[in-house]
């Protein structure tokens, strides 16, 4: 009969302060990287949100052009009380000013709106920071 190979186990040895301070930068390091996809995330959260708020602030602007256009046969179908689904020029520009608050036209957010690109970098126009009738 062979004689088996096995030891008994044993208490691990201590750990030396070399090998401490490399456990405790390991978890340091996992926690960073976490830290850092966190932050990640959450830029690539704000960048398809203020993309979101672009389109919606153009298709605005192109609805107040049109409204712009109709305005005149708006008015004469409601002066003849007749049904009508045309958007008023008042209507448009209330929902471009929500929009352009909404696209981030402000000091405190990238905005990638036409008139702000028109703009040097991180400097925005007064009426673009602060549209009429904004709450900002």
Known sequence: MSK???KLAEAP?????????????MAD????QQSLRKVQDAAE???????????ALEAAQKALSKAKQ???ERL???????PTDLLSAAAAQSAVNQATVACGCSPHWR????RAAAAPLGEHPEE????PGSLI
């Open 4 to 6: 088996p190979n096995l």
């Open 111 to 114: 905005c990638f709106c036409s």
């Open 70 to 72: 109709t305005e005149g």
């Open 76 to 82: 004469a179908a409601v002066a003849l009380q007749e």
């Open 13 to 25: 040895p201590p750990r030396t302060p070399e090998r401490e301070a490399l456990a405790q930068a």
């Open 128 to 131: 673009v920071r602060n549209p």
């Open 29 to 32: 390091h996992e926690a960073a």
């Open 45 to 55: 959260e704000a960048d398809q949100l203020a993309w979101r708020a672009n389109d």
